[in-house]
């Protein structure tokens, strides 16, 4: 699998609604950051689901490279 491409090396905030379905991109190449825009396609990197428990707002990665996939967990800070 290719290695991600870093939209951005912070996270991106959104307030999410409790419910609702996010697909955020894996790839990093979306025009839609942090969601996904189809660009994936003919690739190995697919959309990761995040579904909101509760409305509030969310950090998303923005690097790509998170161990909680979706969602910040600081790597950013070490690439």
Partial sequence: MADPMISQKAPFAVDVEAGKSYWW????KSAKQPFCDGSHKGS???PVEFKADVTRTVYFCGCKH???GALCD????RL
């Fill in 25 to 28: 991109c894996s790839r990093g």
């Fill in 44 to 46: 190995s990197f697919a």
């Fill in 66 to 68: 998170s161990s909680k």
């Fill in 74 to 77: 600081g790597s950013h800070s």
